[in-house]
């Protein structure tokens, strides 16, 4: 694991090697957290078995890290994390998940909720990095307190042959959200599911996705926005799709309750232009290196 | 001989496109290909740089005296051969700067004038003028150390300025290093600043006219236009020597 000493909270299947002292951070694991800090609970759907608990009550000035590896072969991780940034805060979160060997056919489950209370402005940096045999699931539930902000990037360049995520969302007062997701599948079955959820006045929320399938891939995804008051909200899908065996299916759904409010999507999804393939090889690059090119440049353009 | 082509017939959009085309090349000449729209440079320009979109049905492209049809657009770029595309598509999130970084193979940056450097920083071919794309494919093609540079269009959407200084780079950073070059152009702006050694017109697929001198040529051009050309009595559809 490189950068382990930066590392704040590692977990390897179910061994936390590691927590860090850091001065205003309360760092636990759910079950300790859950069996000392009694209002956790109401956080936790039951008590949690494993998983993290932070809780930044002071400015920091540098990237919380935390790391959940599978090491052994079958190993199944069920994680429950939480979260909490307290008022006025201004935090970096780096999340990493990922499978420290191939054909492990290990599970990493993991639910976790994230509170921003008034004011908190979280740059959360979500990781995936899994071996071709992994089965995944990942369920988040993001709570944006009044005048919060959250930025979350969520990438996925090496998925694992399943995987499920979903990414709830609930936005209050003058709240602010920009959730970008960033996934290329290869020999990979993906269900997706978002929500976000505009219920307070003058909430704003962007959900981007950028997904790209290839080798055999199927993703599957539905993205709903529902603005309960006066708020606005966009959604804008692109996909790409490499081989002809793969599939992109994607279901926006946009709810509106108010009057004032105004939400509006975008999508395509398509092959990659022969035009810009070709044009890249005539600088020189093979086929391969021009899709991979092109590939990249798709992922990263909003991270 | 550099680039020997002879008797080529291509076929795109299950259309005959090209019909018979003939065109010799020498290292370091500088050619000129007129012809109105549709003629068929552009597609000339593609089969030439290997364009799968094109498939040739009857004759051949012979660089250096080796037979190159079957030879992927990369193969070809390796071996020297480099097109200046007419409009060059957009490459999304990736930079200009990072794409000189990964194709080069000498670096030159030069020409770039300071307040052009935030070019390099733009996505490939993504909002940018049309001044802005040819400097920013005259970068590629400088980068990739070429031996043949196929212009297709370089002068279309420049203005008279942005014109000159880029025929200015292209004499100094090509021509004048001996690199052969093939300019292929609607309205022969460009050749004016760039004297070719050959021209060449092309109409129908065809090319039916060819002298070594271009002024002579613009001239019959601007006086009669393409259409009179193809009612020449000197044009002819025989392959020329």
């Not at chain 2, 595309?85 to 030159?108: H, M, N, S, Y």
Request: net charge positive; aromatic share 8%; with cysteine.
């Amino acid at each position: 694991m490189k950068n382990v000493k930066n590392v704040h909270f590692l977990q390897i299947d179910h061994i936390v090697k590691k927590i860090s002292k850091v001065e205003g951070v309360e760092i636990l694991t759910s079950p300790e957290a859950y069996k000392k800090i009694s209002w956790t609970r109401k956080f936790f759907s039951e008590k949690p078995k494993e998983g993290y608990f932070i809780w930044v009550k002071k400015q920091v000035d540098f990237p919380l890290l935390t790391c959940f590896s599978l090491n052994t072969y079958k190993a199944q991780q069920n994680l429950e994390n939480l979260l909490i940034i307290e008022k006025g805060l201004k935090i970096k979160s780096n999340v990493i998940c990922n499978a420290l060997k191939e054909n492990l056919c290990a599970s990493h489950k993991a639910k976790g909720k994230i509170v921003l209370k008034e004011g908190a402005k979280l740059q959360y940096f979500h990781s995936h990095w899994w071996g071709p045999k992994e089965i995944v699931e990942s369920d988040y539930e993001f709570y944006l307190g009044k005048d919060s902000q959250l930025i979350y990037n969520y990438k996925n360049t090496h998925s694992s042959k399943n995987l499920f995520f979903r990414t709830f969302i609930e936005a209050e007062k003058n709240s602010d959200l920009n959730l970008n997701i960033n996934l290329l599948g290869r020999n990979t079955k993906v269900k997706f599911e978002e929500v976000l959820k505009l219920k307070g006045e003058n909430s704003r929320g962007v959900i981007r996705l950028r997904l790209v399938a290839d080798k055999h891939s199927k993703i599957e995804g539905i993205s709903k926005i529902f603005a309960l008051n006066k708020s606005t909200g966009h959604l804008d899908c692109q996909g790409l799709l490499i081989d002809k065996d793969s599939k992109i299916s994607l279901i926006p759904n946009l709810v509106c309750e108010n009057k004032k409010a105004q939400l509006t999507h975008e999508a395509s999804i398509g092959k990659i232009s022969e035009e810009e393939l070709t044009y890249l090889r005539t600088r020189g690059l093979t086929e391969k290196q021009a899709i991979d090119l092109i590939v990249s440049g798709f992922l990263t353009k909003w991270t | 001989m550099l680039l020997n082509i002879k008797n080529l017939w291509v076929k795109g959009n299950a259309k005959i496109i090209l019909k018979g085309v003939n065109l010799k090349i020498q290292k370091g000449e500088t050619v000129a290909l007129l012809g109105p729209n549709g003629s068929g440079k552009t597609v000339l320009a593609q089969t030439i740089a290997g364009n799968p979109k094109y498939k040739i049905i009857k004759g051949g492209i012979y660089y250096h005296h080796r037979k190159i049809d079957s030879l992927p657009p990369e193969k070809r770029t390796n071996l020297g051969i480099v097109l200046g595309w007419q409009a060059p598509p957009l490459v999304k999130g990736v930079k200009l700067e990072d794409f000189l970084k990964i194709i080069q193979k000498t670096r030159i940056l030069n020409f770039l004038k300071p307040e052009e450097s935030q070019l390099l920083l733009k996505e490939l071919n993504a909002n940018i003028s049309g001044g802005e794309k040819k400097i920013s494919e005259l970068l590629q093609i400088l980068s990739l150390k070429p031996k043949l540079v196929i212009f297709d269009e370089i002068d279309s959407g420049l203005d008279i300025k942005n014109l000159e200084r880029i025929a200015k780079t292209i004499k100094k950073e090509i021509i004048q290093k001996k690199v052969a070059t093939l300019f292929i152009t609607h309205n022969g702006q460009v050749i004016k600043f760039l004297k070719p050694t050959k021209t060449l017109v092309m109409v129908d697929g065809k090319i039916i006219c060819q002298s070594k001198d271009y002024q002579k040529i613009l001239k019959t051009i601007k006086k009669y236009g393409y259409e009179k050309c193809k009612k020449c009595p000197f044009s002819s559809d025989r392959p020329y020597s």
